[in-house]
């Protein structure tokens, strides 16, 4: 059973009730993340979530994960493109306490100057640590490839020059114009009463004022370059990207589909010619990103330095064949399947649902409807996949990032 409204000052509340479970999950989701930012706030949406937790008008930053331990809760929260979300999961004896907690942190915080300080270090450390992690630094510098230096090819990160500078009225100002009433969505999933979780959503966010929300309009530009980083280390790792559908696309489904044939699992091409044929890579895969305006689809290996341009050759191989020959019609149903299944599975878990239905109504202002996701995804012919397999796949526009021990950069 599924209930949604929307508060007064604009706060929209959707709940999924799952009958049969002892859990809820709930998420505050904001319309904000890094492709909003401007080059001076850049980073600044992952830094406050990360502030969010630091202290309150009531409850230091302990007492607030101290309050969450006493009742048996797990409490975090993540930054992405375009979306920030703070969400919590516990028993449903306990969720109006989850609630309140989770309220508190995300309406009340106050950003203490020393809390800030101290933070600041915690996020350098975190910058540092995705420059120590290859595949997660190749992924970033995909994005940058394909995207430029502004909205999707920001990392959601920032740079450490940037975190080590914002300052209270910095969050505080860019608080104001997205952290909105309007650009807000409570979401509940789990076994809570419909009129229960709606009662707590107007009870504390009922009175939230509207600060100066601004819209801001991103101006998204397919780059399609190529970025290279020396680094000693014993791997190997490049991506490929080529721009893809926007989330509300026709093929949006479609594209999915493709994307299991291709890399999506242990039976996709990818990794049978790559990995269990060739002995090429431990790891490779696909996934496609898909966002308002426009997609980024990824193909990922982590390889041998010394085998790396037979890798990316190999790759290279996968996708023209799959251009040239088209899908099996056993690799369409089986592709289908998997899709499916994997959306069937995640009616089972209370945090996918809360991100599911809290995104369908941040993004699309619509609730969730399973069905039709159901019958889009079977209606989805192998015509479509192999018109998209053509579409999706121009080498000419791609994008290519690389990181390693290389005497030169992983090229088209």
């Not at 860019?174 to 009433?181: A, G």
Request: hydrophobic share 35%.
């Amino acid at each position: 059973m599924v209930k949604s409204t929307t508060l007064k000052n604009g706060v929209r509340v959707v709940v999924k009730r799952m009958e049969g479970l002892l859990s809820v999950t709930i998420g505050i989701l904001v319309g904000t993340g890094a492709a909003y930012e401007n080059d001076a706030e850049d980073g600044i949406s992952h830094f406050i979530e990360h502030m969010q937790f630091k202290g309150t008008n009531t409850r230091t930053a302990f007492e607030i994960s101290d309050s969450f331990d006493a009742i048996g809760a797990q409490v975090n929260a993540f930054t992405g493109k375009d979306l920030t979300c703070y969400y919590a999961k516990a028993t449903s004896d306990h969720a109006g306490e989850a609630f309140t907690l989770l309220a508190d942190l995300f309406l009340n915080s106050t950003f203490p100057e020393e809390e800030m300080k101290r933070e600041k270090g915690v996020v350098v450390e975190e910058i540092n640590m995705d420059e120590d992690t290859p595949d997660d630094l190749c992924l970033d510098l995909l994005s940058r490839a394909s995207f430029g230096d502004d909205n999707y090819g920001r990392n959601i990160l920032g740079p450490a020059k940037n975190v080590k500078g914002f300052t209270r009225e910095d969050v505080f100002a860019y608080k104001s114009e997205r952290y909105c009433p309007q650009n807000i969505v409570i979401s509940f999933a789990g076994n809570i009463g419909l009129d229960e979780a709606e009662e707590l959503a107007e009870r504390y966010f009922g009175d939230m004022e509207c600060g100066n929300f601004v819209q801001r309009q991103k101006n998204v530009v397919w780059k399609g370059g190529s970025l290279f980083r020396k680094k000693p280390i014993e791997q190997a790792h490049f991506a490929f990207g080529f721009p893809t559908v926007e989330r509300d696309h026709k093929d949006f489904a479609a594209t999915q589909v493709m994307n299991v044939i291709l890399g999506g699992g242990m039976s996709s091409r990818l990794f049978k010619r790559v990995r269990e044929e060739l002995g090429l890579a431990y790891s490779v895969y696909s996934y496609s990103s898909h966002y308002s305006e426009t997609g980024l689809f990824t193909v990922y290996a982590g390889v041998n330095p010394q085998k790396a341009e037979d890798a990316a050759q190999a790759v290279r191989e996968v996708i023209l064949s799959l251009k040239r020959e088209g899908v099996t019609n056993e690799e369409f149903l089986r592709g289908k399947e998997q899709l499916r299944s994997g959306n069937i599975y995640s009616q089972e878990n209370t945090a996918s649902q809360m991100l599911l239905y809290g995104k369908q109504m941040l993004y699309r202002n619509e609730v969730y409807d399973f069905e039709k996701r159901m019958t889009e995804i079977a209606s989805v012919t192998a015509d479509d996949v192999t018109r998209v397999i053509a579409e999706n796949f121009d080498f000419s526009r791609a994008s290519v990032a690389s990181v390693g021990n290389l005497k030169k950069a992983i090229s088209l």
